[in-house]
């Protein structure tokens, strides 16, 4: 029972961040119907980043790193919109599909290239937290509580600001918002940018409990879809709890079963939504 | 009487489909302007292609006596070229009040954004019962309205409206026109689309009537609403 709540606690919190990478995932889907193939590339890219910046490189603090990887995330997430995203925007979904694919291609080889596929290993540690079967270690609560942040802060910034709604109008109707004054490609263009911070960022928040390579990104863009399709695909609420279950999951299955069936049990409940919920658990979003 | 928006021999279309061949109309400042004609004539091009929408293949669009050809959609909105697309393209996914705030959107519109509330508020006092219901889920004359309220936020040098009575009841048809009237007192420079030519002659100062992608007739409305040929061809007298 002492294991199961501390597998349980230990999924919850990396499902936080499982989910805010899944955010980026669902919103630029949401906003411009592209499935970023380069989500987890763009994952590995942010633990990267946060390793250069940080002790191992540059020596800044890791959560200071953090927020220049958000910067940075932004304006290579714009950048790749112009190179491969805009001109393919109106095309069938299979152009976009081969053009962020080959953007993972390009970032996997040349980071193969650069970095080897040799693991890296912040070897970060700020303590823990232990009490009763619990044992955390505060870099997941960390973690964690930066990912709920980003996510609140993304919310108010879709559903309170005029910038974020501009990006939600742009979503909604292209045209239209382009007869209001809406400059719909700077639009567009943020919002990948946004979409790839989000994933750069929980790239850097686990890259500071875990170790990772270039490679890393495949495992945890799979995760991504999966929680995306739990949550609805184009809801970032969605997936937020989407991740959530995820992190359970996995917390919670490896008590019971040999750790390698958790993804089986991931990929059983990612059909299972597929044919039943195909708007997700929860109803939001688009079929 | 000056004019605000002159179209000099445009030609324009869909690809490979020529729509337009060689249309030019003007825009008198304070006028409320009506492009009259049967379906497929063109009329929606010609909005689509002075708004920027579509380019034209040959021709020229200047507002305020400044080309504008090239410019686009987004840049002609925020020097208050503002058009009511047909079908209303709303931002059906978000409320009353933010399809509002997203007709404001650019800097001409925030610096008034507090007046033009009001005086949308006041014209279309049914928008204001249900701000916070998702648009989509109006019905098609509160839809309709939402989409002119919209398009006035933008606080429009010339507001374009594409088919204003299409598909709606008869008695909001009428209420909308009161609407124009009011408009066009307060000197809003306007171009409409309509398909019920009657009411389109009847309220406004000069019409276009288009065919096969051209300009067949024009002239004062008065005028052209005791035309034999339009009282035969599109007034069914």
């Known amino acids: 029972m002492d294991q199961f709540i501390a597998s349980l606690a230990d999924g919850l919190l990396l499902g936080f961040v499982y989910g805010l990478a899944a955010m980026g995932l669902t919103l630029i889907f949401g906003v411009m119907d592209v499935i970023n193939l380069a989500h987890g590339p763009i994952i590995a890219l942010g633990m990267f980043a946060v390793f250069f910046l940080g002790p191992p490189g540059l020596g800044l603090h890791p959560y200071v790193a953090l927020l220049v990887v958000a910067v940075l995330g932004l304006i290579f997430g714009a950048i790749i919109y112009f190179i491969s995203v805009h001109r393919i925007l109106d095309g069938p979904h299979l152009s976009s599909l081969l053009s962020t694919f080959s953007v993972n291609m390009m970032i996997i080889g040349v980071g193969t290239a650069i970095f080897t596929t040799t693991p890296k290993n912040m070897d970060f540690s700020i303590g823990g937290l232990a009490f009763w079967a619990l044992n955390i270690p505060f870099t997941r609560l960390v973690g964690a509580f930066i990912a709920v942040l980003v996510a609140a802060a993304l919310y108010v910034f879709l559903y ?128 | 009487m000056t004019t605000v928006l002159e179209v000099n021999n445009v030609s324009s279309g869909y690809g490979e489909v020529q729509i337009l061949w060689d249309t030019s109309v003007k825009l008198e400042k304070g006028k409320l302007t009506s492009l009259v004609g049967a ?98 889920t109006m019905s098609g004359g509160e839809q309709q309205m939402l989409a002119v309220a919209r398009g006035l936020m933008a606080q429009p040098d010339i507001l374009m409206i594409d088919e204003l009575s299409l598909g709606l009841a008869p008695f909001l048809v009428l209420d909308l026109f009161e609407i124009l009237k009011r408009l066009k007192d307060d000197g809003l420079t306007m171009l409409l689309v309509e398909q019920n030519v009657q009411m389109a002659l009847a309220v406004s100062d000069y019409a276009y009537v288009l065919a096969d992608g051209k300009v067949e007739l024009e002239g004062p409305s008065r005028e052209l609403a005791q035309n034999e040929h339009v009282r035969a061809a599109y007034l069914g007298i």
């Open chain 2, 39 to 136: 379906n497929g004539v063109g009329k929606t091009t010609l909005m689509r292609t002075i708004m920027g929408l579509l380019k034209p293949t040959k021709g020229t669009v200047s507002f305020h006596g400044q080309d504008v050809t090239r410019m686009s959609a987004h840049a002609k909105a925020a020097h208050g070229l503002i058009l009511v697309p047909e079908g209303r393209q709303l931002f059906t996914e978000m409320t009353v009040y933010e399809n509002l705030e997203m007709g404001a959107f650019t800097k001409r519109a925030k610096e008034n954004f507090a007046a033009n509330l009001d005086r949308v508020y006041e014209m279309f006092p049914r928008l204001k019962e249900r701000l916070d219901q998702k648009s989509g």
């Open chain 1, 160 to 287: 309170r600001t005029q910038q974020g709604k501009a990006i939600r109008a742009v979503a909604n109707n292209r045209a239209a918002s382009e007869l209001m004054g809406i400059p719909s490609t700077m639009t567009l263009a943020l919002s990948f940018g946004i979409g790839t911070m989000l994933a750069a960022v929980s790239g850097a928040i686990i890259a500071t409990f875990f170790s990772f390579s270039i490679l890393s990104g495949g495992v945890y863009e799979l995760k991504s879809f999966v929680i995306v399709v739990l949550g609805g695909l184009g809801n970032p609420t969605g997936a937020l709890l989407g991740g959530l279950i995820l992190g359970a999951l996995e917390g919670i299955v490896p008590v019971f079963l040999p750790v390698s069936w958790v993804p089986v049990i991931e990929f059983v409940l990612f059909v299972l939504i597929l044919m039943y919920r195909p708007n997700g658990l929860f109803g939001g979003g688009r079929s």
